[in-house]
């Protein structure tokens, strides 16, 4: 690292800034090039000044968009899902989604698709040498019960992969939470609560929403796509009828809804008396509800205590997560709002803190990999289904299975399997 003063190729007491230049000898570069780097003041004019400069040398041209990265990826310095990890490390914006991108991009992920290729490898060497040198050969029995052993293991441990939920994908793009209820119910105040800004409009006039509106929002680490929709009743306006069946499509496409209802309408006894059976749910909402179904009870100021106790206790008799709070004037929504931040860690099983294990993490973080990792699925099951007789198809089920493996992080050769084959057995003493 020198320190210099960066001056125009065509004029040379033309000087642009002071600053630093930087020489870096790969392959221990980013890209596994030599690199040199200018560090500059980050003014505007300054920038644009010494890129118009640059652009005067007739070897330099800009880089185009990921360029940097892809020489990294093609020098061997990175593999696919490391790219993958630093790109969305870049744009991550939630804690959850800087902890994912940064174990992509260090690698932990690489190393886990690694291990299943490798093991997927070692179950192709053995019914491989079965092949080749199976006669003469003093192979040893058990070869072919031991690939269809560790095949099997395998197998299991990419089905957990897959029942994961969509959590790494769900983290990495946003939560979909959908805010639904009746008109006048306090959505859009929930909304504007959440957003800690007036985002939506809000009126005591009944459809004041009528389409939906979307805030990406930060809770609890996770970042949460919030659609409010519109207040579901029965409507002869024709506008407000298409917000209501687009309000309706999007809880139902949602990872998460939240029900807002008014404390004060839930009791069908206006006492609150505990001999109600359930919540009052109106009748065009009933379809929606689910048993993953939130609920806030929305003006608990203007209800007893002894009403919101007796419609909280009504919604965990019937196996619902809710809290009661007033938005008008904030009584309970901190606690609301952190049970819910606690409420989507535990949907979708991740723990708080520095603590988290690596095994609680989720390694499926894009569509491709699930892609990829379903047909490895697929060619180790037609693998086991395939009797021991027709040992040279079962050995191109592997062979295929390991290249959807190898395709999520990088391919995979002839050579991988030649290099586990001489390994692992003594052939040709």
């Known amino acids: 690292m020198e320190r210099c003063r960066i001056v125009h190729p065509t004029n040379p007491l033309e000087q642009l800034d002071d600053g630093l230049a930087v020489f870096f000898r790969g392959p221990r ?3 596994t090039e030599d690199v040199v780097e200018l560090h500059l003041h980050s003014g505007r004019a300054i920038i644009s000044s ?4 640059l652009s005067q040398l007739s070897y330099c041209r800009p880089a185009e968009a990921g360029e940097f990265t892809r020489r990294a990826f093609l020098g061997g310095r990175m593999d696919l899902t490391q790219v993958e990890g630093l790109k969305d490390l870049i744009n991550a914006e939630t804690e959850g989604q800087r902890r994912i991108a940064l174990r992509a991009a260090g ?3 690489r190393a886990q698709f690694d291990e299943l290729r490798t093991g997927i ?13 199976g006669e003469g050969e003093d192979i040893e029995e058990g070869v072919y019960d031991q690939a269809r052993s560790r095949a099997q293991a395998l197998l ?9 939920d969509r959590r ?13 209820g009746p008109p006048n119910a306090g959505k859009s105040s929930l909304l504007n609560f959440l957003a800690q800004r007036e985002a939506a409009i809000v009126t005591p006039v009944p459809g004041t929403t009528r389409d939906i509106l979307e805030l990406s929002l930060d809770i609890g680490g996770l970042p949460v796509i919030v659609a409010d929709t519109a207040g579901l009743r029965k409507t002869d306006d024709v506008v407000e009828s298409i917000g209501i069946e687009r309000a309706k499509n999007a ?4 990872d998460v809804s939240l029900c807002v209802l008014a404390l004060p309408d839930v009791l069908p006894s206006p006492s609150g008396n505990m001999d109600a059976s359930s919540l009052h749910i109106p009748e065009e909402m009933a379809e929606l509800i689910t048993q993953d179904t939130m609920f806030l009870l929305n003006k608990s100021d203007l209800s007893s205590t002894h009403t919101c106790t007796a419609a909280l206790a009504l919604s965990y008799s019937q196996g619902h997560t809710a809290w009661a709070a007033s938005l008008g004037t904030g009584e309970g929504t901190g606690a609301f709002l952190a049970g819910f931040a606690r409420a989507l860690h535990h ?3 991740l723990r708080d803190g520095e603590a988290e294990q690596e095994r609680e993490v989720p390694l499926i973080t894009h569509a491709r990999h699930r892609v990829h990792l379903e047909s490895a699925r697929r060619f180790l099951q037609a693998f086991l289904d395939t009797p021991a007789c027709d040992v040279v198809l079962g050995a191109e089920e592997l062979r295929y299975a390991a290249q959807a493996v190898g395709k999520i992080s990088g391919l995979i050769d002839v050579e991988h399997v030649l290099d586990a084959v001489f390994r692992d057995f003594c052939i040709g003493k």
């Not at 490898?121 to 040198?133: M, P, Q, S, T, Y």
């Open 29 to 31: 570069s980013f890209t």
């Open 121 to 133: 490898i070692g179950c192709l060497a053995n019914v491989e040498a079965l092949i080749d040198f």
């Open 156 to 164: 299991c441990t990419i089905e957990k992969h897959l029942n994961d």
């Open 347 to 349: 949907r979708f099983n």
């Open 251 to 254: 809880v139902r496409g949602a």
């Open 107 to 109: 690698g932990t992920a």
């Open 168 to 180: 790494g994908e769900i983290i990495r793009s946003g939560v979909r939470l959908a805010i639904f």
């Open 50 to 53: 010494v890129l118009g400069a």
